[in-house]
C-alpha cells in the first residue's frame, strides 16, 4: 500500500507543477487534467501491478474498451503458454492472470468480478498495442510512418563511409596491444552530426527512379535513416575471424605457411566465415526476432541513444527525492557522456588503482591468503567488498548492469561466486598441483611452474612429437581455469535442457511459422505461429514487403560453396566437411543461444565446444583443428550478432529489405576492407614479435596459435580424456543437463514462489566463465548497481526509469569509448605515464606477482615424475 500511495503521490505533484507553470501552457494542463480523472483509483493500483506507468495505462484503456471477455480469456491462455517461465516478465500479472482463469466464477458471474477483468482487458491492450516489457516500451516507439524515408543517398553515402572507417580501423589496430576498437555506439554517435550537418549544407538535387524521387538531401536527418548507418557499422566492426588462421599459417615463427598469403584464398575463407552466419540469421527470425518474449536488451542501449538524439519531445516524470524532472533525454545523455568522459581519465591514467581497487590488500600487500580472497589482479577477490571504481571493469565480462535485466546479472554473479570458492578449494588443496601455479590464469603451464612451451612438444615440421612431449611436461592448468572449463561443459547441456524444458512451446511455433512461410513463398512480416499473439511490432512491420527465407538460404548456400572452395583449392590439408560441420553446429545451438541471449543478455559461445569436437576429431593437425574451431564457432556467434541487427530495424520500423541490402553492402565492403588490411599488415617489419612497431605484437593472434597447438597438435584427449588429469571436468556436461531439470521441478513444485522463478541455471553457469584472466573483483560491482536501478528506481519510479536509464548506460558506454580512444592516440601511444603512489599501489606485493601456494626448489618439477627422477628445468 505504501507503494501505491507513492504513485498517487507522484502523480499529484506531477499534476501540480503541471498546473502551476506559466500561462502559455495552462490550456494543455487543464486538458492534461481531465485525462487524469479517467484513470480511476483502481485504475492506478493497476500501474503498480502491472508495472506500467500511468501514459501506459492511458493509451491502453480505449482499446480495452473494445475487448469482450472471450477474447481477453484466449489472449490471457495464451501469454500464460508463452511468459509463464519468462523471468522478465512481470510476475505480479502472471499472478493475477492464473487467478483470471482458474476462476469459473469469473466467466459464470462476471458481474462480480469486474475489477480482475477490467485489470485483465488492460493487460491484453497492452500487448496487443505495446509490449508487455516495461524496458522495451521505455524506449521502443509503439508508432510507425511507413512515408519516413530511410534508404536515402545520404544515409548509404555516411553507412559505407562509416563502414569502410570502422572496418579499416578495426582491423589495422586489432594486432596491437592494447587493441584499438570502435564499438557501433560510438558510430553512431559520430554520424548525428555528419547526417545534420549534411541536412543544413547539401542541396536538393535529385532525380526520379521507378517512380521514387532520391534527392541528396530528402529532409531532416532522421532516426530511421541513423539506425541504418548504426547497423551498417555494427555489422562492419565485426573482422573476419578467418584472419586468426591466416595470422598462425604466414608467420615465419608459426607454421610458416606462405602460400597462405594468397589474396583469393583469404577472400573466399572470409566471405564464407562472414555470410554463413548471416544466412542463418534469416532463417531463424521467427524464434529470435519477432517474438515480443526475444527482447535483446543490448538493442535497448542503442535505441534509446537513437531516441535521445532524435525524439524532441520531453515529458516530466516524478522521481527520486519527491521531485518532478524535465531535463529532455538529450540534455540528460549530453551531462552524462561528458561527466564520464572527464571521470574516466582518472582511474585510467591519473590514479590507475582506482581501477584495481584492492584497498584490503593494501593492509598486507605481500600477505598471500589475503590476496587470494580479496585481490583484484591476482587473486579471487571474492571478499572485497567495493573492487573498482572504474565503470569500464563492469563491462569487461559483457554484463552492463543497467542494460540486462538485474535477474541475470543476480544468477550470473551468484555462479561466479559460488564457483569460486571451488577454485580456492582446489588451490588450497593442491589438487593436480594448482598450488604451484597462480590460483587465476589463463595461461598454460608445464612441470615447473612455468609458461608451457608448445614448441618443446612439436616436431621440425610443426607436428606432433610423442617422444620430444614426454620428454618435456604434460599441461597444466590454473584451478579457476580448470573450473571455468567446467563450467563450459556444464553451459552448453544446460542451455539445451533449459531451452527445451522452458521453451518448447515457442519453438514449436517458431517451426511452423517457419513451414507456413516456405510452404507459402510468400510471408507476411512478423507471421506467427496460430496461437501466438502479435505485439504492436509485428503488426506495425506487415506494412513493408519480406525478405524470403529463400533469399537467406541462398546467401547461406553461396557462402558455405565460397568455404568449400577456398579449403579445397589451397593445401589446406583439412576436408571441406569442416564448413557443414559448423552450419550443423550453428543449428543445433543458435536457437537455444539466441533464445537465452535475448531474453536475458548472457551470451553462451561455442569456441571451446568447436575446438573440442575439432581437437577429437583431427588430433595432431592443428591447421584443420583451426578451420573446425572457426566454423563452428563463428557461424553461430555471427548468427546471433546478425540477429541482433535484425531486432534493431524491427523496433525502429525500418523496411525488412532495405535491412538485408544495408547489412549484405556493409559485409562485403568489411571483408575486402579487412583482407586489404590484412595483405598491407603481413608485410610490416618484425610484426607479431616483440620488435613489432606501434605494438604491433599480436596478442590475439599469438592466443589463437597457442590454442591451435594445444587443442588440434596435442589435442583434448591428453587433457581431458580418459587417462587425462582433468577428465573429471567433463562431468560438467552431466550436471549441465541436470541442473535445469532440478529448477523445472522446484518451479513446478512452487509455482507462486517468486525467488524460484528467477533462478536461471544458464546464467549460473557462464558467471564462471568470467574466470581467468578476470577474477569476481569483475562482477561483483554490478550487483548493486542492477539492484539501484532495476529493483529500486524501477520499482517505484518507473517513468523516470523508463525515461534515463536506458540514456545513461548508452552515454557512458560512449564516453568510455571516446575517452578511452583519445586517451590511446595521445598519452599512451606516447607512452607518458604519472609515476606515484597512485599507479604503483595497483601491482604491488601479491597483486603484481602472484603469490603461490606451494614454490620449487632448484632442479625440481612437480608431479607426474615420468623417469622416476628429479630433472633439471630446461
Not at 269 to 296: D, H, K, Q
Not at 467 to 483: D, G, H, R
Request: hydrophobic residues 45%; aromatic residues 16%.
Amino acid at each position: 500500500m505504501a507503494r501505491r500511495r507513492q504513485v498517487e503521490t507522484d502523480s499529484d505533484t506531477l499534476s501540480h507543477t503541471m498546473s502551476s507553470s506559466t500561462s502559455d501552457r495552462k490550456d494543455s494542463n487543464e486538458k492534461q487534467s481531465a485525462i487524469d480523472v479517467e484513470i480511476s483509483d483502481t485504475e492506478r493500483i493497476f500501474e503498480d501491478e502491472l508495472n506500467v506507468t500511468e501514459d501506459d495505462l492511458r493509451k491502453a484503456k480505449d482499446f480495452a474498451e473494445t475487448i469482450d471477455l472471450e477474447t481477453t480469456k484466449k489472449m490471457m491462455e495464451n501469454v500464460l503458454k508463452i511468459h509463464e517461465r519468462d523471468p522478465n516478465f512481470p510476475f505480479a500479472v502472471l499472478v493475477r492472470i492464473h487467478e483470471f482463469l482458474s476462476n469459473e466464477d469469473v466467466f459464470e458471474r462476471p458481474e462480480k468480478h469486474e475489477d480482475l477483468i477490467w485489470e485483465m482487458k488492460l493487460e491484453a491492450a497492452l500487448i496487443t498495442n505495446n509490449s508487455p516489457y516495461a524496458e522495451v516500451r521505455a524506449v521502443v516507439s509503439n508508432e510507425d510512418d511507413p512515408d519516413m524515408p530511410s534508404s536515402t543517398i545520404r544515409m548509404w553515402t555516411i553507412g559505407i563511409a562509416f563502414s569502410i572507417f570502422l572496418a579499416f580501423i578495426n582491423q589495422l589496430f586489432s594486432i596491437r596491444q592494447p587493441q584499438i576498437f570502435v564499438e557501433s555506439n560510438v558510430a553512431q554517435l559520430l554520424a548525428y552530426p555528419v547526417g545534420k550537418a549534411w541536412e543544413k549544407l547539401m542541396p536538393d538535387w535529385g532525380f526520379t527512379l521507378w517512380g521514387i524521387r532520391h534527392s541528396l538531401n530528402p529532409g531532416p536527418f532522421n532516426k530511421k535513416e541513423h539506425m541504418l548507418i548504426a547497423i551498417m557499422a555494427t555489422t562492419s566492426k565485426s573482422l573476419p575471424y578467418s584472419q586468426y588462421i591466416v595470422w598462425t599459417q604466414v608467420m615465419p615463427h608459426w607454421f610458416n605457411q606462405q602460400w597462405a598469403r594468397s589474396f583469393g584464398y583469404q577472400i573466399l575463407i572470409a566471405i564464407s566465415t562472414n555470410f554463413l552466419g548471416y544466412g542463418l540469421a534469416g532463417l531463424t527470425r521467427r524464434f529470435l526476432v519477432y517474438p515480443s518474449y526475444c527482447v535483446w536488451p543490448a538493442t535497448l542501449v542503442t535505441v534509446a541513444l537513437n531516441s535521445a538524439l532524435h525524439n524532441e519531445s520531453n515529458f516530466p516524470v516524478p522521481g527520486p527525492l519527491r521531485k518532478i524532472f524535465t531535463m529532455s533525454r538529450f540534455k540528460f545523455f549530453m551531462l552524462a557522456f561528458g561527466a564520464m568522459f572527464v571521470y574516466f581519465w582518472l582511474p585510467n591514467w591519473l590514479v590507475p588503482v582506482m581501477t584495481a581497487f584492492s584497498w584490503m590488500t593494501w593492509i598486507a600487500p605481500k600477505h598471500r591468503d589475503l590476496n587470494i580472497l580479496t585481490g583484484f589482479n591476482n587473486g579471487m577477490g571474492l571478499l572485497n567488498f567495493w573492487p573498482t571504481w572504474d565503470w569500464n571493469v563492469l563491462l569487461f565480462t559483457g554484463i552492463d548492469p543497467l542494460m540486462v535485466p538485474a535477474f541475470s546479472t543476480f544468477n550470473s554473479v551468484a555462479g561466479c561466486f559460488v564457483l569460486g570458492w571451488l577454485s580456492v578449494g582446489l588451490w588450497y588443496a593442491n589438487v593436480w598441483n594448482t598450488g604451484y601455479i597462480p590460483i587465476v590464469s589463463n595461461k598454460m603451464f608445464n612441470h615447473w611452474g612455468g609458461i608451457y612451451n608448445v614448441s618443446m612438444a612439436l616436431n621440425e615440421q610443426g607436428l606432433y612429437d610423442n617422444e620430444k612431449y614426454m620428454n618435456y611436461s604434460a599441461v597444466y592448468l590454473s584451478a579457476a581455469q580448470v573450473v571455468a572449463y567446467f563450467s563450459f561443459f556444464a553451459v552448453y547441456s544446460s542451455t539445451v535442457m533449459y531451452v527445451t524444458l522452458f521453451h518448447r512451446y515457442e519453438i514449436a511455433m517458431g517451426f511452423k511459422s517457419l513451414w507456413r512461410s516456405l510452404r507459402n513463398r510468400g510471408p507476411r512480416q512478423g507471421s506467427l505461429a496460430s496461437g501466438d499473439y502479435e505485439d504492436v511490432h509485428v503488426r506495425l512491420m506487415r506494412a513493408y514487403p519480406e525478405v524470403s527465407e529463400y533469399w537467406y538460404f541462398g546467401v547461406l548456400v553461396v557462402a558455405a560453396a565460397t568455404g568449400m572452395a577456398g579449403i579445397a583449392t589451397y593445401p589446406t590439408y583439412t576436408t571441406i566437411g569442416v564448413v557443414p560441420y559448423g552450419i550443423i553446429l550453428a543449428l543445433l545451438f543458435v536457437v537455444p543461444t539466441g533464445i537465452i541471449r535475448a531474453m536475458t543478455g548472457v551470451e553462451v559461445t561455442l569456441n571451446v565446444l568447436a575446438e573440442f569436437i575439432g581437437g577429437m576429431w583431427v588430433e595432431g593437425n592443428a591447421l584443420a583443428m583451426n578451420f573446425f574451431k572457426s566454423f563452428g564457432y563463428v557461424t553461430c556467434a555471427h548468427a546471433l550478432s546478425f540477429s541482433n541487427d535484425l531486432k534493431l530495424a524491427h523496433y525502429l520500423k525500418i523496411a525488412p529489405r532495405q535491412t538485408f541490402a544495408a547489412q549484405m553492402v556493409a559485409t562485403l565492403i568489411s571483408t575486402f576492407v579487412c583482407v586489404g588490411v590484412f595483405q598491407f599488415q603481413m608485410d610490416i617489419p618484425d610484426v607479431c614479435t616483440p620488435d613489432a612497431p606501434m605494438r604491433f605484437t599480436c596478442p590475439t593472434p599469438q592466443t589463437f596459435y597457442t590454442a591451435s597447438v594445444l587443442w588440434g597438435t596435442i589435442g583434448p584427449l591428453k587433457i581431458f580424456g580418459a587417462n587425462g588429469q582433468y577428465s573429471w571436468s567433463l562431468l560438467g556436461w552431466p550436471i549441465g543437463f541436470a541442473a535445469p531439470l532440478l529448477f523445472y521441478l522446484l518451479i513446478r513444485k512452487y509455482p507462486r514462489n517468486r525467488f524460484v522463478r528467477q533462478i536461471h541455471p544458464v546464467a549460473i553457469w557462464t558467471g564462471a566463465l568470467n574466470y581467468c584472466p578476470y577474477s569476481f573483483s569483475y562482477m561483483w560491482p554490478s550487483v548493486p548497481i542492477a539492484w539501484l536501478s532495476w529493483i529500486y528506481i524501477r520499482g517505484r519510479y518507473l517513468a523516470f526509469w523508463s525515461k534515463y536509464n536506458f540514456v545513461l548506460s548508452a552515454a557512458f558506454s560512449a564516453g568510455v569509448a571516446i575517452a578511452g580512444i583519445l586517451m590511446l592516440f595521445t598519452v599512451q601511444w606516447y607512452g607518458i605515464e604519472i609515476k606515484w603512489w597512485g599507479s604503483t599501489q595497483a601491482v604491488a606485493g601479491c597483486e603484481g606477482k602472484p603469490c603461490l601456494l606451494k614454490t620449487l626448489g632448484p632442479n625440481e618439477r612437480f608431479y607426474p615424475w615420468w623417469d622416476g627422477t628429479r630433472v633439471p628445468a630446461p
